[in-house]
Nanobody
Framework: QAQLVESGGALVQPGGSLRLSCTAS????????MAWYRQAPGKQRDSVAR???????NYAQSVKGRFTISRDNAKSTVYLQMNSLKPEDTAVYYC????????WGQGTQVTVSS
């Protein structure tokens, strides 16, 4: 059974950094593009960053230059390095396969507050 497990969320001060991890199982990870999404309270879930099978990336305008998505196919893991965090980055962060979505995991909470 295919599964995604996110981790790494925390409470961090504005300007701080976090690295999120998402470990996949139950499918051939290296064959799929992957993406990070986030959902703030009362808002819809939005795509934050994507990475292709070949390693090409793209980002939402709101995080461009601050967030970096990467993948380690040997570990079936996708990462999101988040720098210069802002209060508006507060959300539950999820990973999934764009265009071939699996059941959503539990996500990981990121709270940016002083």
């Amino acid at each position: 059974q295919a599964q995604l497990v996110e981790s790494g969320g925390a409470l961090v001060q504005p300007g701080g950094s976090l690295r999120l991890s998402c470990t996949a199982s139950g499918f051939i990870f290296s064959s799929y593009p992957m993406a990070w999404y986030r959902q703030a309270p009362g808002k819809q879930r939005d795509s934050v960053a994507r990475i292709t099978v070949g390693g090409s990336t793209n980002y939402a305008q709101s995080v461009k230059g601050r967030f970096t998505i990467s993948r380690d196919n040997a570990k079936s893991t996708v990462y999101l390095q988040m720098n210069s965090l802002k209060p508006e980055d507060t959300a539950v962060y999820y990973c999934n396969r764009p265009w071939a979505e699996l059941n959503w995991g539990q996500g990981t909470q990121v709270t940016v507050s002083s």
